[in-house]
Nanobody, 127 residues
Framework: QVQLEESGGGSVQAGGSLRLSCSSD????????WGWFRQAPGKSREGVAA???????TYAASVKGRFAISQDSAKNTLYQEMNSLKPEDTAMYYC?????????????????????WGQGTQVTVSS
């Protein structure tokens, strides 16, 4: 069992920035692949970014160049820096762990690839 807890969400105006954090069990960050997902009201959950234990990353086209996923193994924490936020970025954001694969791949923005999920943190972007 991997425990995950997100934080850092909030309300911001368009063009602003937020940094999300996801704390996990000791040692977990460097063992697994990690992803950030989001779900807006009335929409399905979508993959935003993923990172593996070597630091390779992948992003959804809608956030590429604006969001950055990173990890700090010393703090057992996953991050997502979000810049140039838009109203369409408004959603509940979740972090997730894929404990079955050592590397990211074409599957890494699919929620079915992930075994453990946090409870989510709300991000609201106003125009």
């Amino acid at each position: 069992q991997v425990q995950l807890e997100e934080s850092g969400g909030g309300s911001v105006q368009a063009g602003g920035s937020l940094r999300l954090s996801c704390s996990s069990d000791v040692g977990a960050i460097r063992r697994y692949c990690w992803g950030w997902f989001r779900q807006a009201p009335g929409k399905s959950r979508e993959g935003v970014a993923a990172i593996d234990r070597d630091g390779s990353t992948t992003y959804a086209a809608s956030v590429k160049g604006r969001f950055a996923i990173s990890q700090d193994s010393a703090k057992n924490t996953l991050y997502q820096e979000m810049n140039s936020l838009k109203p369409e970025d408004t959603a509940m954001y979740y972090c997730a762990a894929d404990v079955n694969r050592p590397r990211i791949g074409w599957w890494s923005l699919l929620q079915t690839a992930y075994n453990y999920w946090g409870q989510g943190t709300q991000v609201t972007v106003s125009s």
